[in-house]
């Protein structure tokens, strides 16, 4: 990604340079000095000793001590980042992680790398339309501009939106993009799926002082609840790794009973049907109910 890119080539830089200024990172990199700054915070956020001079003569460097005494990047650490960019590149199907890889790789040189952690998402097809939507927003965040689309709700209702966009942000297998909508007045999280004629707009914006405090507010939290589910054997490594091992009791020769914490809402109906007749809801009565109706009405298609 080019911010990623932007880090890692500017800890390089200061590496090898004493001083640097923000005019010529600026140049650099084609971004404004407000951008360097955020990237020297993020930097030094990160545990990397950078300073500033001020004055004519001034910039930013990394300490002297740091430089001689302390390897940046160990062996071990160069392959997590790498097994994440991999898992990245799966995900986003972009030719600029594909470049942030060669540029690790090729810092690593003779360095041997055992590469034995992989990382492994189903090849959706779906996922190469989402290809350009990703890069228009990934291109809003870096300029600060405003971008516009036609938003399909869940329940089929359209609108236009105008959005001070944030953040992208991944979960379970689809893409959000979270930022302040003014047409709404207020900090929202947007499914690229449900996006249609997106488009970066002229305009650009400064980012909202309270919006670390509500990064967290924007993405849609779903009200959950805790449930008991008879679980067959098949299905116990699927439990385990959404809700831990603790989560498991030995209940028959053929069941475990299992605590559950699930969306009260069509998204947790779905998760559940989707282990087939491997499990069976006991508890509570009115979400067996629910779970139940909802499973009649999708038998009612196939009527």
């Known amino acids: 990604m080019e911010k990623v890119e932007r880090l890692i080539a500017i800890t390089m830089i200061l590496l090898q340079k004493e001083l640097v200024s923000a005019s010529e990172f600026a140049q650099l990199f084609n971004v404004s000095k407000r951008t360097i700054l955020r990237d020297m915070q993020t930097l030094s956020f990160a545990n990397i000793p950078i300073y500033a001079l001020t004055g004519v003569n001034g910039g930013y460097g990394i300490m002297d001590t ?78 600060q501009r405003l971008v516009a689309f036609e938003y399909t709700d869940k329940a089929g209702a ?92 030995a209940y028959t020769a053929d069941y475990g009973l299992a605590t559950m914490y699930v969306p009260q809402n069509p998204q947790g109906f779905q998760l559940l049907a989707s282990f087939g007749t491997q499990i069976k809801v006991i508890e509570p009565q009115s979400y067996v109910d629910e779970f139940r109706s909802y499973l009649t009405q999708m038998l009612q298609n196939y009527a």
């Open 158 to 249: 359209v609108s236009q939106r105008i959005v001070e966009p944030y953040a992208l942000h991944f979960s379970e297998s689809s893409w959000y993009l979270q930022g302040f909508c003014l047409d709404r007045q207020g900090y929202r999280s947007f499914k690229l799926a449900r996006m249609g004629q997106l488009r970066m707009d002229g305009r650009g914006f400064e980012q909202r002082a309270d919006w670390p405090a509500h990064a967290n507010a924007a993405h849609d939290h779903p009200q959950f609840v805790t449930i008991k589910a008879l679980i067959a054997a098949s299905i116990h490594d699927q439990i385990i790794e959404r809700y831990g091992r603790s989560n498991i009791e």
């Open 66 to 143: 740091y430089k001689v005494d302390k390897r940046l990047l160990s062996s071990a650490d160069l392959e997590h980042i790498l097994t994440a960019l991999a898992g990245l590149q799966q995900l986003l199907i972009t030719e600029e992680v594909a470049r942030t890889i060669k540029k690790i790789e090729a810092m690593v040189g003779s360095l041997a790398l055992n590469r034995s952690m992989q990382l492994s998402f189903y090849a959706w097809e779906g996922r190469a339309e989402l290809r350009e939507p990703l890069k228009i927003c990934q291109a809003a965040l870096v300029k």
